[in-house]
């Protein structure tokens, strides 16, 4: 279900203590192309994730050397999707991966991090106060649940949270008609669109497309699922254009 390259769920509480070479290394030049003048505020941002994101057990030990090429690079190269002034909503943001990267790298984004679980929304709402970001929105619940109470969103996020059928159904209600949602998979995306392609239809999304960020800034770059929402769709129902076809597998 997650990808495994994507390393940064939930570790876990026993996790050794972090030591100090669990710190995060020095930024790699790429950083700075993603976070210009908001590097520094970058790096307080691994520098958190490296200490109390792994004392609580959001982040495995074995991810704090490699925070900046795995994880923070990583999803912010997605901003280059992204237009000025959009609206996001982060799924499953867990330490704030990638919503609250991408907050860092563009402060005209209005970002709302959805998150069931206290342990990490505590972290994520502490993170907020003390990077002193204004730009983020953080909201306890499972996406499916707070449909409603975010603005239908531009652009709907999520990395490492569920297989793309499930994906779709939680996030696509969540975009604004003519929003997208921008998934980060690893190697299985064609795979996973291909798998779910029906499903994706059933919820009012259109073809699904892979798009690579960070192409010549990172090796490997990004692979993101790119769905635009053509319809909307009330949650639990099929859409009328697809009513009478082949019943869509949801997750
Ligand atoms: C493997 S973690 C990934 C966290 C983060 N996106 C990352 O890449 O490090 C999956 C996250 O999705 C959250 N999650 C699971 N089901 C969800 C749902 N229905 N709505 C919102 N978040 C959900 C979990 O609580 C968890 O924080």
Redesign the pocket.
Known sequence: M?DTR?G???SGPGDVTPGPSSFPAEPPASALTVFGDRLELAGRYAELLATEGVVRGLIGPREAPRLWER?LVNCGVMAEMIPAGAGVVD?????G??GLVLAIARPDLAITL????AR?TSFLEEAVVVLELDNITVVR????EVVGQVPGADVVT?????ALDKLAG?CLPLAAVGGRLLA?KGSSAAEEIAEHAAAVTALGGGTASIRLCGDGLIDPPTTVVEIVKERHVVPGRRSASTRGGKRSRRG
């Not at 959805?114 to 679980?117: A, H, K, M, Q, R």
């Open positions: 997650t994507y940064a769920g939930d994880h799924v499953g943001s867990g330490a991966l990638p959805v998150e069931p679980l990490r619940g499972r996406a499916e999520a990395r490492a949270v569920a939680w980060m």
